[in-house]
């Protein structure tokens, strides 16, 4: 039940948040490799994307230029990859079972509950189905990915 070091909510935040940048960064180069130009399918946007400009234009009432649009989305994906490291890192110093399978349950789970159900019930991509079901193994198998990256550098980060 205790462990030899203390849980300290603050380190966990620090330490997941900066465990899900470069998860983030390591599921961007998985999906890179195996989804080369797939994901901009009849030139629909990206739903990272897609949310940037939702928020600009209720927060700013400002459209995005093409420009602006190459920076906003990876910037969405970053912030959301940190945003979900951040939770998961307060999680794991207060839940020992949240560390079971090295990161993987939590990736599927940022799959199933963002990509599969919340995206696209905002309208910010299609639903799961009406996507090949390779493109969608890729996409479940890159947030095993983020998973297993965010536990590993979160572990490294918090007990050096």
């Known amino acids: 039940m205790n462990r030899h070091k203390s849980r300290i909510g603050w380190k966990g935040l620090l330490a997941g948040a900066a465990a899900g940048l470069i998860a983030s960064f390591a599921m961007g ?6 989804m080369s130009g797939s994901n901009s399918k009849q030139g629909q946007e990206d739903s990272t994307v ?3 400009s939702a928020i600009s234009q209720a ?4 459209d995005l230029t093409p420009d602006q649009k190459t920076i906003a989305g990876p910037a969405m994906h970053y912030l ?3 945003t979900m490291g951040a939770t998961y890192g307060v999680l794991v110093e207060f839940w020992d079972a949240a560390r079971l399978g090295w990161g993987l349950p939590f990736g599927a789970a940022v799959w199933l509950g963002a990509h599969a159900i919340t995206v ?10 009406r996507n090949p079901p390779a493109a969608e193994a890729i996409e479940g198998a890159a947030h ?8 590993t550098v979160r572990r490294s980060i918090r007990n050096p």
């Open 50 to 52: 897609r949310a940037a």
């Open 80 to 82: 959301f990859g940190s």
């Open 59 to 62: 927060l700013f009432h400002h």
């Open 144 to 151: 095993l990915v983020y998973g297993a990256m965010l536990e």
């Open 120 to 129: 696209p019930a905002l309208g910010l991509s299609e639903p799961i189905t």
């Open 29 to 34: 180069k998985f999906s890179a490799l195996f």
